[in-house]
């Protein structure tokens, strides 16, 4: 027999106890773990860990001279740490993009809807975002300094592909 007893270090439902003992116990964790995964991976923020994630790859993977197979400089420290700080500062509500090396030692964030609407920002780790949309027949482009928040221009132009 179980006796539940209130938990005050536990806000939400995706924070569960791993202190506990006995079969009941371990039931329960398999059963928490295999929900919240599954929670995790259709909810926004798994997608943000799966981005990041792709980021440290890329990260890896391009972190050497000649990487494109020509003579590529590797993908800058900062580039890195500037792509994960764009990708966090995302509103929720917008979707993850795709992740690609530049051969200028930059990384590359693109969404695409479809042959006329598309967006590509830029990152190299020097504090600016630069950009191009292109929306229908309509077209976009610029550079944007990136400080503590991602600026509006960059905002407004995702939100031109109708999410």
Do not use: Q
């Not at 928490?32 to 792709?54: C, H, M």
């Not at 309509?138 to 905002?155: D, M, Q, R």
Request: aromatic content about 12%; hydrophobic content about 35%.
């Amino acid at each position: 027999m179980s006796i539940p007893i209130p938990r005050t270090d536990c806000t939400s439902i995706s924070i569960f106890s791993t202190i506990g003992f006995g079969s009941e116990f371990e039931n329960l964790k398999r059963i928490y773990d295999k929900a919240i995964g599954e929670w995790r991976k259709a909810e926004t923020l798994g997608r943000l860990d799966e981005v990041i994630f792709s980021i440290d790859e890329l990260c890896r993977e391009c972190s050497l001279e000649g990487w494109d197979g020509y003579e590529a400089p590797p993908i800058a420290e900062d580039a890195c740490y500037e792509a994960k700080r764009f990708i966090r500062s995302l509103p929720v509500s917008f979707p993850m993009p795709e992740i690609v090396p530049e051969p200028n030692g930059g990384i590359g964030l693109e969404w695409s809807k479809g042959d006329r609407l598309i967006f590509v920002a830029s990152v190299s780790g020097k504090n600016e975002i630069v950009y191009a949309g292109l929306f229908g027949m309509n077209k976009s482009h610029g550079t944007e300094y990136f400080g503590e928040t991602l600026p509006t221009a960059i905002v407004e132009n995702l939100k031109r592909l109708n999410f």
